[in-house]
């Protein structure tokens, strides 16, 4: 099992809007995806800060969550925002 946690942190009023315009759409699609255990995103007592949890069956599926999500709308539409991220193996 890979997991995946940490923030997504905005800088602006308008990136955190762009985050919560794209964000349905990107929580449907990775929870579809195969190996996909878990995936929240989930709004913290800052507006500009969204916690990050994701759990994969292996690293093959979250690269290749990865891999989609680099070429999706959600990764348009945030470009620039800062992820701050670990990622553990059990």
Do not use: K
């Amino acid at each position: 099992m890979i997991t995946l946690s940490g923030f997504l942190v905005c800088t602006t009023a308008e990136e955190a809007a762009r985050v919560r315009a794209h964000l349905p759409d990107h929580v449907a699609l990775t929870r579809a995806e195969p190996g996909c255990l878990s995936f929240q995103v989930t709004p913290t007592d800052d507006p500009l800060i969204w916690r990050v949890e994701e759990t994969f069956t292996d690293r093959p599926a979250l690269n290749a969550h990865q891999t989609r999500a680099a070429r999706s709308a959600w990764a348009e539409a945030t470009a620039g925002i800062r992820r701050d991220y670990t990622i553990r193996e059990d």
